[in-house]
């Protein structure tokens, strides 16, 4: 039996099988950058960029741990004390941490980074699944930056591998504000 290679768009999740598409027929994503490669693909375009409504739905709210504690302990405890400030301070921490993601990635500058590092994080779970999470290194005026991705709960951890380069997106103005272009599925 033949091996079909399936595509899966790093921004909606629509698996595409054996595809020549450049970009996704669901959401508009790119889907030049090959995951199970170390090639880099194209430069991400100027910012600012538009990003598909469902990836950043899915990084804010349905893909984060800490929002989705957050909203559990707010919304249906809000007539106690204790549980809402706990959920509060849990969704404000996960919709910035959230933010720190997508942020760079609508309006960051492009560069070339490395992956230094691939692990998972076993102190969040989401479904009965620890996320994985990508630490990279990337420089900026002569000075070197690690910044890293986590929540993802794909197998990145068997298509990535340490050194592969990616393009990862960052704030001029702050580089530790980083994250990488297409985001990793």
């Known amino acids: 039996m033949p091996f079909d290679t399936t595509i899966q768009c790093p921004w909606c999740k629509t698996q595409y099988p054996?595809?020549?598409?450049?970009?996704?027929?669901?959401?508009?994503?790119?889907?030049?950058?090959s995951f199970n490669s170390d090639d880099l693909g194209s430069e991400p375009p100027n910012a600012p960029r538009v990003l598909p409504t469902k990836f950043k739905r899915r990084i804010k709210y349905t893909g984060n741990v800490m929002t989705l504690i957050g909203i559990i302990f707010t919304i249906p405890f809000f007539w106690t004390i204790l549980f809402p400030i706990i959920g509060i301070y849990c969704w404000r921490r996960g919709?910035?941490?959230?933010?720190?993601?997508?942020?760079p990635l609508e309006q960051g500058k492009a560069t070339v980074g490395e992956i230094i590092d691939i692990r998972k994080d076993y102190t969040q779970s989401l479904n009965g699944k620890s996320?994985?999470?990508?630490?990279?290194?990337?420089?900026v005026s002569g000075k070197k930056y690690t910044g890293n991705v986590g929540n993802i709960y794909e197998s990145v951890h068997l298509t990535?591998?340490?050194?592969?380069?990616l393009w990862i997106v960052f704030m001029p103005k702050e580089p530790e504000i980083s994250s990488v272009w297409p985001p990793l599925v």
Do not use: M, Q, S
């Open 95 to 103: 919709l910035r941490t959230a933010n720190d993601e997508l942020i």
């Open 131 to 139: 996320p994985t999470i990508v630490e990279f290194v990337f420089e």
């Open 18 to 33: 054996n595809t020549k598409l450049t970009n996704c027929t669901n959401c508009g994503g790119t889907l030049e950058y």
């Open 160 to 165: 990535k591998k340490i050194g592969d380069k």
